[in-house]
């Protein structure tokens, strides 16, 4: 992993916290920074000790965008449109996408700028926590072009599309406090790292295998799923956790009033 652009730490809980470690450039993506948060969710989905995750940026903002000068300079802009022949996304898409395609849930802490790019890979995460005078934009309009790492996976399912379709056109710069009300963030805090570690912890204390099965639930059936796949998924999940190791393990720390001692996945 490229750990000029990517830090990755996790602790004993199993929470991984993600940093996009580029503060001199507002955490601007560059060639590189695609690489490394590549690499950083490749790993992450095959950690089984991860039960989840908190991305966000070193120093004043979460991520300004694409770096047009880098990108442009070095030729690297093309390639952010290669797609393998075992991936549905380009490689730009996968950086917002493949956050679903880890096992845990992703919680994303919002400060400062999150413009075009670097909002969409916010918008890929299951949670996102900003400031109340955090900066987002939708806004790659202000280049002549349309928003296109994976925003048609992410948006349609916070946002109506006449709201979607203001942002999108315009490019405005809307707070964390507006971006609460439309609903593109959950919640407007003061400190959203350590409100997204503490929300990471509580998870992290929870059973790793439930809590993977309602990731998985939603995921898959939150928008246009057809609605006997979607309930056949419930009884299907439901099924493969009950008289697990940790539900069992669950019910017991309940009755006994203790914590529980939860196994990682398989």
């Known amino acids: 992993?490229?750990?000029?652009?990517?830090?990755?730490?996790i602790d004993d809980a199993g929470v991984a916290q993600v940093t996009l470690n580029r503060a001199d450039k507002h955490n601007a993506l560059d060639s590189a920074m695609f690489d490394a948060l590549l690499?950083?969710?490749?790993?992450?989905?095959?950690?089984?000790?991860?039960?989840a995750v908190v991305v966000h940026g070193?120093?004043?903002?979460?991520?300004?965008?694409?770096?047009?000068?880098?990108?442009?300079?070095?030729?690297?802009?093309?390639?952010?449109?290669?797609?393998?022949?075992?991936?549905?996304?380009?490689?730009?898409?996968?950086?917002?996408?493949d956050w679903a395609t880890v096992p845990a849930p992703v919680i994303a802490a919002i400060t400062g700028n999150c413009f075009g790019g670097g909002l969409q890979i916010a918008l890929g995460a299951d949670i996102r926590y900003a400031t109340p005078d955090a900066r987002l934009s939708i806004m790659e309009i202000k280049w002549g072009l349309v928003p296109d790492m994976g925003i048609t996976q992410t948006l349609p399912r916070l946002l109506p599309a006449d709201v979607a379709k203001e942002l999108t056109f315009t490019g405005r710069i809307v707070s964390g406090t507006e971006a609460h009300a439309l609903g593109l963030v959950?919640?407007?805090?003061?400190?959203?790292?350590?409100?997204?570690?503490?929300?990471?912890?509580d998870i992290a204390a929870k059973s790793p295998h439930a809590i993977q099965a309602a990731k998985k639930l939603y995921d898959q059936t939150w928008s246009g799923a057809d609605p006997a796949a979607a309930l056949m998924l419930e009884s299907e999940l439901q099924v493969g956790l009950m008289g697990s190791p940790n539900?069992?393990?669950?019910?017991?720390?309940?009755m006994a009033r203790r914590d529980p001692s939860y196994a990682d996945p398989d």
């Open 58 to 97: 070193a120093g004043k903002s979460f991520c300004s965008g694409l770096d047009i000068t880098s990108l442009g300079q070095g030729g690297g802009a093309a390639s952010l449109l290669d797609r393998d022949d075992d991936q549905i996304a380009n490689r730009a898409q996968r950086v917002s996408v």
């Open 39 to 51: 690499e950083v969710t490749a790993a992450l989905r095959v950690d089984r000790r991860v039960r």
């Open 186 to 201: 959950t919640r407007a805090v003061d400190d959203p790292l350590a409100a997204a570690l503490d929300l990471a912890h």
């Open 247 to 254: 539900q069992l393990e669950a019910v017991h720390a309940g």
């Open 1 to 9: 992993m490229n750990e000029d652009r990517i830090a990755l730490a």
